[in-house]
């Protein structure tokens, strides 16, 4: 895979088409998507805080899924449901022909995170699933600006097809892989997406490639005490595999993240185990270094099963590609952020942020709402994966973040459950639905914005074949 920067002239020059463009004719339309939204904002943050409330975890998202169906066909959407095999999968469709703009939403929660929407830690329900990342924002908020758009349709002010994608179990399988497989993605002529954060900004940086998968031994099972030399233990091979790829450790580059899981070691010390399993991700900035991580571990776990005279097998599960990020497409986007904005907290929302700060151990800073000026990409993304690096292959695919949580606080806890729940994170919804279709208006209005866009992923995806990380079939669901 090629990678390719442009100068500070080029980013500086692009800058200024941007803000050109939020200044120029479709700034009209624009104010009109925003009115849009403000006039079904009351409905949207409903709909969020059911799906807050719901918070079913990946491939769970029955009520979750069907609650966004159902308020899209109510809205004059076409929905086409349990797609891709997945049964909390569907789509959401408006207008007719060319150009065909996609979003993407999400709606899963994560296990074990319930929590009321209060600064002070405590369950809504102990021990059940909370949207810890916040994705019953993502959902709604893109949906929203799938609607605006729909709005300026069917005014007769837009032309084209939106498609709002609800896209299930991005913590566990990816949805969004089995969708791309499918060729879902394949005649979208640009998709946006969002995630929830701690900034407001453009996401320029991408997101790691991962590899999912289980590595299994079978050994001889013996009295450990009586005739320990009739037995082959399965658990010796998951300690050498493990010695292995923790030895290896030393020898990746920086941007490498390996962790894992043992899943099956062993029941009772006076038997030889016959069975142990282990479930590993890798992940690096390019699939390609993931390529050869996975080449050095599978002899890893062969070594290990010669070692400790056993069988073993390696199954890959899932993976997600690295994002390509489209800095045409993302300064368009930020021409929007600019054009808006920053989100705008109450003194009390962040003496609500501040409560959680001091709660968690972080500066108490608040919440930071400002817009972060454009910055060059990094050379290598932050630690994590995401199944949209899949359609970003597919398709020239956008992405922005927005304040839903205080400064610094933990991801995945307490926190982004308590703010995503009460006004902070429906202030995060509503800007990022206006940002979005503010945007797609941008790139529907003028269709020089959107070739050049296309052109960036054509130059940036020479050569490269997708294919997704996913085995044959559907997911499997009992792997998290
Ligand atoms: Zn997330």
Redesign the pocket.
């Known amino acids: 895979m090629k990678k390719h920067l442009p100068s500070a002239a080029a980013a500086l020059a692009g800058l200024l088409i941007a803000s050109q463009l939020a200044a120029g004719a479709s700034i009209k339309k624009k104010e009109e998507a925003v009115a849009s939204i403000e006039r079904h904002k009351a409905e949207i943050i409903a709909l969020s805080d059911r799906v807050w409330a719901f918070a079913e975890t990946a491939l769970l998202e029955v009520r979750s899924a069907e609650a966004l169906a159902a308020y899209a066909e109510k809205q004059g959407f076409k929905v086409e449901r349990g797609i891709a095999g997945l049964p909390t999968a569907f789509v959401a469709s408006y207008g007719e022909g060319k150009p065909v703009i996609g979003i993407l939403g999400?709606y899963d929660a994560l296990p074990g995170l319930s929590q009321k929407a209060q600064p002070v830690k405590e369950a809504l329900q102990a021990g059940s699933p909370g949207h810890g990342?916040?994705?019953n924002l993502?959902g709604t908020a893109a949906f929203g600006a799938a609607l605006a758009i729909k709005d300026l349709m069917t005014a007769g002010k837009l032309k084209g097809t939106i498609r709002f994608y609800g896209t299930p179990a991005?913590?566990a399988v990816g949805g969004k892989v089995y969708m791309a497989r499918e060729g879902l993605f394949s005649d979208l002529d640009v998709c946006l997406t969002w995630?929830?954060d701690d900034k407001t900004r453009v996401s320029v940086d991408g997101s790691q490639a991962i590899v999912d998968f289980i590595v299994e031994f079978s050994g001889k099972t013996a009295h450990a005490a009586a005739d320990p030399w009739n037995g082959r233990s399965a658990v010796a091979a998951l300690e050498f595999f493990t010695t292995g790829l923790n030895r290896m450790r030393e020898f990746v580059r920086p941007t490498v993240r390996m962790h894992y899981s043992i899943l099956n070691g062993g029941d009772v010390p006076n038997v030889v185990p016959a069975y142990a399993r282990l479930w590993c991700w890798l992940r690096d900035s390019k699939g390609a270094g993931v390529d050869q991580l996975m080449v050095r571990t599978r002899r890893i776990a062969e070594g290990a099963a010669m070692m400790a005279e056993v069988e073993s097998k390696l199954t890959v599960q899932g993976g997600d590609w690295e994002t390509l990020v489209n800095l045409t497409g993302e300064k368009v986007m930020f021409a929007n952020l600019m054009w808006l904005g920053p989100i705008l907290f109450t003194p009390e929302e962040q003496e609500f942020a501040k409560e959680i700060q001091r709660a968690t151990g972080v500066d108490p800073k608040g919440l930071d709402g400002e817009v972060k000026p454009w910055a060059a990409p990094k050379a290598d993304p932050e630690g994590g994966s995401?199944d949209v690096g899949d359609v970003s292959w597919i398709v020239p695919t956008l992405s922005m973040n927005a304040t839903t949580a205080p400064v610094d606080t933990p991801w995945h806890a307490w926190p982004v459950v308590a703010c995503g729940g009460m006004s902070i994170g429906h202030k995060a919804l509503v800007y990022t639905a206006k940002a979005l279709a503010a945007t797609i208006v941008d790139l529907v209005e003028d269709p020089k914005a959107l070739q050049a866009v296309q052109a960036e992923f054509r130059e940036k995806t020479k050569g490269v074949v997708y294919k997704p990380f996913i085995p044959e079939g559907p997911p499997v669901a009992s792997k998290h």
Do not use: R
């Open positions: 999400e990342c916040g994705h993502l991005e913590e995630h929830p995401t």
